[in-house]
């Protein structure tokens, strides 16, 4: 079964840092775009970040540039997402999504456009709160 696994959410204080990882079970993420999500309670869901599938080209939306960092490990067939100076208004369920194709060879995907988007996990949950 093809899927994206997430992991590393949970509970942390404004302020600090948290790194979230996103695992493709199955499949191969070294020819797939990812990219992390986030839904925070009540609001729709809105892209956060996005690399090339060759993991050289990255974006971030303006919430959290500066703050975020993603990148992609082949070899280890994950994509992480570096989070510090957290803020409350971080708090959402984060997910990670595969896009495939060789439009993303050397440039990020867009995140307003979740069509192109192969594959999704499940979420992970976190939580900035003191």
């Known amino acids: 079964q093809l899927q994206l696994v997430e992991s590393g959410g949970g509970l942390v204080q404004p302020g600090g840092s948290l790194r979230l990882s996103c695992t493709g079970s199955g499949f191969s993420l070294d020819h797939y775009a990812l990219a992390w999500f986030r839904q925070a309670p009540g609001k729709e869901r809105e892209g956060v970040s996005s690399?090339?599938?060759?993991?050289?080209?990255?974006h971030y939306e303006y919430s959290v540039k500066g703050r975020f960092t993603i990148s992609k490990e082949n070899a280890e067939n994950t994509v992480y997402l570096e989070m510090s100076s957290l803020e409350p208004e971080d708090t959402a369920v984060y997910y990670c999504?595969?896009?495939?194709?060789?439009?993303?060879?050397?440039?990020?995907?867009?995140?307003?456009?979740?069509?192109?988007?192969?594959?999704w996990g499940r979420g992970t949950q976190v939580t900035v709160s003191s």
């Open positions: 999504a595969a896009a495939y194709g060789s439009n993303w060879y050397f440039q990020p995907p867009s995140v307003t456009d979740e069509s192109i988007y192969d594959y």
């Open positions: 690399i090339s599938s060759r993991g050289g080209s990255t």
